[in-house]
Every structure is written in structure tokens, then in C-alpha cells.
């Protein structure tokens, strides 16, 4: 497509059940990024994905987190056991090659994530 | 990775040109600066890059001095529709890179 698609754009779930929130980056584009953003907060860095590369998980903030990139392209975040502070929108990106680029990243709209 | 220090917000009239001063001491050699927007419910969407002196396109100017130190996102006669948060991050244009996002800064346009 002609940018990144997320899916679906919203989601409520009850606490304690699992959530898979999916990514479709942009044709070609070796490099995808998931950030997540809480209400009225700047973009939190949750893990990174480049090529054939291991994925950088550093950001995840629990063991509860885990995404994965099939066929180097798209991606699914799943969440375990969810509990309410994991409300937020969660954001994709996918860049050209690991860097910025010249036209940097380009940014899905984002999947609402509401636990209640 | 270079952090950044941007104003918080910042208010603003239709028709005047709004300057978003970024700093970001640590830069590195090989780091770009980069300026993102974010409209409510959207993902950030990229403005402008830029290495060093003076970038422009349709959209805005990027003004960086000989240090790298810091960085001036500029908006020519603003709209009520730049009311949003503008985001400037640094990283290298290598492999490897991920973006860290700070707070941005609000721009509040008014008519």
C-alpha cells in the first residue's frame, strides 16, 4: 500500500486477556519500529526491527510484550495478560534501510488500545 | 543517543512565522536532526531533515549553525491548521538507528 497500515485502529479489551495488534509497513521498507503513546505523552520506543537483524526488544516494557516480523514484513505486537496501564495508542513506522533516510519514517494512524 | 530539549509549548497567530528551537548538545558526527508532526489521533508525520546549514521545503526551513548544537524549525505564515505537536529527534542515518521521542512542543495557532 501506498503507507502503513494498522490494525484495527481500535481495540477494547478486558484485563487479563491477550491482544494482537498488527502492522502492514510500507512496501519494501526493511526497517519497522513500534512506539507506544499514552494520553497526552510523547512517542515511547517498544522495539525495532531490521532485515534478517535480531530485533531490538529494548524498549518492551515487560515480558508481557512481545512483536515479531514474518517474511520482513508485517508485523504483529502481542500483549499478555493486559492490565490498564497498557491503554494507549500504539504507533508503527517503517523507514527505507535502519536509517532516518532522506524522507525518514513514516508512521501508521495507530491502534487505540483501551483495558478495561 | 542525543537527547533533545524543545520549549514546550508555543502560541501563536494565523499569519505569523512560528520558530521552534531545538537543542541537542551530544550530537553526534553522523546524526541528522529530524523534525516530526503530530496531529490528535495521528501518527507523527516527517517535516524535514537536515545535516547541517539551511534545508527547505514546501513545508517549513530547517536552520542549523556551524555547531550542530541546536536547531530552528521554521514555519512561514502559520494556518489554524498547524496547531500540533512538532517533535524534533536526532539519529544517525546508519543502520541500526531508532528514534527516541521527547516531549515536542506544543503549537497552539490562533485566529
Known amino acids: 500500500g501506498a503507507g502503513v497500515s494498522q490494525s484495527p485502529s481500535n481495540k477494547v479489551t478486558e484485563k487479563g486477556k491477550d491482544v494482537e495488534l498488527r502492522c502492514d509497513p510500507i512496501?519494501?521498507?526493511?526497517?519497522l519500529y513500534w512506539y507506544r503513546q499514552s494520553l497526552g505523552q510523547g512517542l515511547e520506543f517498544l522495539i525495532y526491527?531490521?532485515?534478517?537483524?535480531?530485533?531490538?526488544k529494548s524498549g518492551l516494557p515487560s515480558d508481557r510484550f512481545s512483536a515479531e516480523r514474518t517474511g520482513g514484513s508485517v508485523s504483529t505486537l502481542t500483549i499478555q495478560r493486559t492490565q490498564q496501564e497498557d491503554s494507549a495508542v500504539y504507533l508503527c513506522?517503517?523507514?527505507f534501510g535502519g536509517g532516518q533516510g532522506y524522507y525518514g519514517y513514516t508512521f501508521g494512524s495507530g491502534t487505540r488500545l483501551t483495558v478495561v | 543517543l542525543a537527547k533533545t530539549t524543545q520549549p514546550i509549548s508555543m502560541d501563536s497567530y494565523e499569519g505569523q512565522e512560528v520558530n521552534i528551537t531545538c537543542s541537542h548538545n551530544?550530537?553526534?558526527?553522523?546524526?541528522?536532526i529530524t523534525w516530526y508532526q503530530q496531529f490528535p489521533s495521528q501518527g507523527p508525520r516527517f517535516i524535514i531533515q537536515?545535516?547541517?546549514t539551511k534545508v527547505t521545503n514546501e513545508v517549513a526551513s530547517l536552520f542549523i549553525p556551524a555547531d550542530r548544537k541546536s536547531s530552528t524549525l521554521s514555519l512561514p505564515r502559520v494556518s489554524l491548521s498547524d496547531t500540533a505537536v512538532y517533535y524534533c529527534?536526532?539519529?544517525?542515518?546508519?543502520?541500526?538507528?531508532?528514534?527516541?521521542f521527547g516531549a515536542g512542543t506544543i503549537l497552539r495557532v490562533k485566529s
Open positions: 512496501s519494501g521498507h526493511t526497517a
Open positions: 513506522a517503517s523507514s
Open positions: 526491527f531490521q532485515g534478517n537483524s535480531a530485533p531490538d
Open positions: 551530544n550530537i553526534a558526527t553522523n546524526d541528522y
Open positions: 537536515g545535516y547541517k
Open positions: 529527534l536526532v539519529g544517525s542515518g546508519a543502520g541500526g538507528n531508532k528514534l527516541v
